[in-house]
């Protein structure tokens, strides 16, 4: 069975899916190795106790690795937001914003300035809150 393969991990989400709908076990959140190999069988894939156990153990590492580097970006986030709020007030002004953009090199008309904090600002009093430093950070 190929971990990467992304059959191989619809069939293993659908397994757990159906695991924890069955009203006669605890949902917990996570599958053992004996309770993933009979819901693996029941898909019709058949995967022995230490395959099973491998599946269970990298889907664990996996999980961690993951909430490290949630707690990681808002650490950093943190950070890079406090560059910019450097009078500790929990806010970015413009005046502020562009203080901290110049030290960097960065250098943008005051128009441009302007129009990124109103970009980021979602209650409109001109000031940019962590909360809306992260969204337009982590904007797609």
Known sequence: MDLADDKT?????????????CEDQATKGYLTSNEL??????????????????????S?????????LRKVSAVRMKE????????????????RAEKALNKLGINFPAEIMDKMVQQADQDG???IT?????GLMTES
């Open 80 to 95: 890079a937001f406090n560059e910019f709020d450097s009078n500790e007030s929990g806010q970015i002004e413009t005046s």
């Open 125 to 127: 009093d001109g000031k």
């Open 37 to 58: 190999q009979l819901a693996l069988s029941d898909l019709g894939t058949k995967v022995d106790e230490d395959d099973a156990q491998i599946l269970v153990e990298a």
């Open 130 to 134: 962590f909360q809306e430093f992260e």
């Open 9 to 21: 991990k619809e069939v293993i989400w659908e397994a757990f899916q159906r695991h924890q709908k």
């Open 60 to 68: 664990q590492d996996l999980v961690n690795q993951k909430s490290h």
